[in-house]
């Protein structure tokens, strides 16, 4: 059950952690250009992929000892929230166009996959939610939970890009996404560091 916790914690978190990001937006963009599967294919692997390097990260993390992992980990948190709420979602959005407008065109599904896997592999690395699943992985200590959690609201987020397209953006304000994921990062950093110095 505390297995299923953690992946559910997660989950929420990178969920909602993605919803205002670039490599969401340059989803919609492309799922908009081209049919969604070879565009969820592409993406959902780019996602795998980061998952398993952040948890492999998260795991080395958790190896050292704890009170200090705790720490640093309460500060990454901060420091998320610190960013979500100074990031401005208009940029996130204009980002992500500019990221996936480089592939316009016909194109094959086979390069439909391959440029939707290349836009989110660039994008992603060092981004937000695979500094936060590592840091989640370094606090459970829980991999195969964490990974899970992560894979599957990143998928989440990217089928509702694809299919959903430009209808999200209008239905979603970024802004606030922003927000509520900020207060889930300052939450944790509370809980995190209060663990550390207890």
Sequence with gaps: MHQLVIALTVFGLVFIGELPDKTAVASLVLGARYRPLPVFLGVATAFLLHVVLAVLVGGLL???????VELVTGLLFLIGAVLL???????AVEDGEENASRYTG?????????????VVLVAEFGDL??????????????PLAVG???????????GLAVVF??????????????????????????????QAVT
């Design 85 to 91: 709420l100074k990031s401005d979602p208009q940029e």
């Design 129 to 142: 939610t695979q500094i936060l699943t590592a840091t989640l992985a370094a606090r459970y200590d829980a």
């Design 62 to 68: 958790a190896q050292l000892p704890r009170t200090p």
């Design 106 to 118: 016909p194109r094959t599904d086979r390069q439909v996959v391959i440029a939707a896997f290349l």
């Design 148 to 158: 899970v959690g992560a894979v599957l609201a990143l998928w989440s987020v990217a």
């Design 165 to 194: 397209g430009r209808a999200l953006l209008k239905l979603v304000p970024l802004r606030r996404v922003q927000q509520v994921a900020a207060v889930g990062l300052l939450v944790l950093a509370g809980l995190t560091v209060a």
